[in-house]
């Protein structure tokens, strides 16, 4: 079988992304023209053109000529060539808004006016996550400059990285503590700094907590009225009276804090709309893996 040249596969690539681009548009805003994607991708107008005929052999009938708005418009007949996700438009906007891409970065044309609560941007200094990724490509150990909660200045102590983890808020790496001699969560911007590194023989096969994953059931809270339940299942996509969601154990503390689920008897049901329904089943598989109980 005869290899194709990588050139060719590149172009290929490109030309994909084009006509997914093209297909993005119609869906979202119904309309699309040759500027667009010479704006978007950098290439020329009969490019552009060449293209938008492309797309035309590939979904016949999706799109037709405005000669009024001067653009190509969403057909009546329309049907996506992928299956479009709202999540993925919504998280475009997520980006904007947090200044991680740019309006001339997204694919988004028309975008809706729209508001995203401000986040506290916690220091992360690239550096240092650099030094965390190498060490886990290669096994390696790292003396670390390390601010906790137990003690009031920074202490140094050597682990081994072996993953990264996102909490809703906080990055961290997952990583062996020489001196807990366990395998815990540190926050990524409480190190301040990364004094050594030397060979390390962990496995991290060992981190039973990170490689177990559990099912955490959630069901609406019964102590909320039945409308606010039934508008409660719509919220989290529940079917049934129940959510299921697939979580590695090492990440279950930080989910139940998340949704209040570690101060629901203080709290009204109204602030914790909805209740862990098997939270004895997961705490045996917690303490089996020697992490905390819920």
Not at 254 to 278: G, T
Request: with cysteine; net charge positive; proline share 6%.
């Amino acid at each position: 079988m005869t290899e194709r040249p990588k050139n060719e596969s590149n172009r290929r690539w490109s030309v994909e992304q084009r006509l997914a681009f093209i297909d993005r548009r119609l869906y979202w805003d119904a309309q699309i023209n040759r500027s667009d994607l010479v704006t978007y991708f950098g290439v020329s107008v009969p490019q552009a053109s060449t293209d938008l005929g492309s797309y035309e052999k590939a979904a016949p009938g999706n799109m037709r000529y405005d000669k009024h708005a001067k653009s190509y418009v969403a057909a009546p007949k329309y049907s996506p060539r992928t299956v479009p996700s709202a999540r993925e438009y919504l998280s475009q906007l997520q980006l904007i808004a947090d200044d991680v891409l740019s309006v001339e970065q997204s694919w988004i044309g028309k975008r809706p006016n729209f508001a995203v609560l401000p986040r506290v941007r916690k220091r992360l200094a690239a550096d240092i996550l650099r030094r965390i990724i190498g060490a886990i490509r290669s096994g390696s150990a790292l003396a670390v400059k390390y601010q906790s909660f137990e003690t009031s200045k920074p202490t140094n102590r050597w682990i081994v990285p072996h993953a990264l983890s996102f909490d809703g808020q906080r990055w961290h790496a997952r990583a062996w503590c020489e001196r807990r001699l366990k395998f815990l969560d540190f926050v990524l911007a409480r190190m301040l700094g990364i004094e050594a590194e030397r060979e390390a023989d962990i496995d991290s096969r060992r981190d039973l907590a990170w490689h177990t994953t559990a099912t955490m059931k959630l069901g609406p809270n019964p102590a909320l009225p039945p409308a606010h339940q039934q508008a409660v299942a719509l919220d989290y996509g529940m079917v049934n009276g129940l959510v299921a969601l697939e979580v590695r154990l090492s990440l279950v503390y930080y989910l139940k804090r998340q949704m209040l689920l570690d101060v629901a008897d203080r709290l009204s049901p109204e602030r914790v709309p909805v209740v862990l329904l098997n939270a004895d089943e997961l705490n045996r598989e917690l303490i089996a893996v020697d992490e905390s109980p819920i």
